[in-house]
Structure formats: structure tokens, C-alpha cells
């Protein structure tokens, strides 16, 4: 299982909270001590909130079911796409669409459309358009290709949503919660660690403490679906064993059966 060390977690300023007057009271039990008009989080806390939520992505993981991860922030989304989209997995790093969770069937007509446009392109259909529709359609798979591209084959509702910063991403976190979706998330001190189900007390804000937390998460997601592979190759292993061990016992049988008749 991936883990990290409180060291690391110090040195990429995971425990640096918001000021003081912005802190939110369910937060006290992740803060270690105030410093300058700062919160300073605690890192103990943070290992352990981290472990526990990458042992449940782990396993969500293993069962095949797929998790979107969502960080709209400037600061998040070139990090969220390096770690996590060699996994294969969803997420969102532009404006949440409303309704992405709660009207998911809404999505899916809207992924078609992108898909239809595609396949118009490919046999030539669009070449029969005017100059004006083509550009028009051109526009309009931009635009969804923006919004909806990375979750294009997300055909059904994930397993788990990650989120960096609920407080930005509440209406992800309303709609997760809603369908009974397990939530995980970086919670800042600014930040209701109730509203989700496995709270990571970290820094939402800098770079380095977003790209180790999503590192930690990726890597473990990782391990999980090599896993997984390795499972279903030794049980198709095991499988076509017994079936050619079942298949020699019933060419004996047949074998034998024909002399006694002989």
C-alpha cells in the first residue's frame, strides 16, 4: 500500500491551513496550533486520513469500478491530469457541469452528440454542410470536448468522486451525496470535513501539496488495478485449466469405455 511520511508531507507545506478568522469548527480536530494568524494542520492526522482513504480507494479500485476525480482550480488541474489521467480514469478540470452526477442521462445524450459529430467527420457526412454548419458544429464539439471530453467513456455512474477543495467543488459534493457516492477529498480548514465521507486534512491551495496527496492517491489506484489484472489473468489461468484437465479426464473416459466395448 502507498504511503508517505510526515516529512515529505512538511516539506511540500501540506500543513499550512487559512487564516485563522476562516476557519470552520469542524475543523478543530485537524488543527495543531496557530501560527502568525495562520492554521497549521496536523500532519499526524493527515497520514492517517490519508492512509484510511487510500485503503477505500483501493479497493473501489480493484472491483473495477471507475472514480472521477474533480479539481477545477488554476492551480489543480494540470497536476490532476498528470496523475491521474495515465490511470484511465475521469475527471473534471474545467467548470463542473451542472447536473454531471444527479442528471447523468442529460451528460450521456450531450457525450453523444460529441460522438455523433466525430463519426460525421469520419464518413464525410460533414463535407455536405455548408461553410456556416460546419463551423457552427466545429464550435460545439469544442466547446463539449472541453466541458466533457475527459469523461466521453464514463458510461455509468462512478464508484467514488475525489474532489480537491469542497468548498469550490460544493455543488460535486451535493450530487455525490445525493446518490450515496462514497466522497474523498482535501479538506483545508476552511473546509466542512463532514460534508465527505474520508476527509484528507491538506493544504488545498499549493501546488506541491496538491501534486504529493494526488501522487499518494494515483499511485495506490495504480498498484490496485495491477492488481486486479493479475487476478483475472490467474483466474483465466485456473479456468482454462480445469477446462483442458476436464477435457483430457473425459477423452480417458472415452478411451477406456471403448475397450471394454472392444
Known sequence: MTTVDVKKLLDAGVHFGHLTRKRHPNMTPYIFMEKNGTHILDLNQTVHKLDESLKALSKIAKTGRRILFVATKKQAKDILVKHIKPLNMPYITERWPGGMLTNFVTIRK???????????????TISTL?????????????????????????????GAVFIVDIVKEKIAVS????????TFAMVDTNSDPNLVDFPIPANDDASKSIDIILACVANAIQESLKERELDKKSKDSSENKKSKDSSENKKSKDSSENKKSK
Not at 450531450?110 to 466525430?118: G, L, S, Y
Not at 457552427?136 to 462512478?158: T, V, Y
Not at 450530487?175 to 462514497?182: H, V
Open 175 to 182: 450530487e455525490a451525496k445525493k446518490l450515496g457516492i462514497p
Open 130 to 158: 455548408s461553410k456556416r454548419e460546419r463551423l457552427q458544429l466545429d464550435r460545439k464539439r469544442g466547446k463539449l470536448e472541453k466541458d466533457l471530453g475527459s469523461i466521453s467513456d464514463m458510461n455509468r455512474l462512478p
Open 110 to 124: 450531450a457525450v453523444k452528440k460529441m460522438t455523433a459529430i466525430d463519426k460525421m467527420k469520419e464518413d464525410g
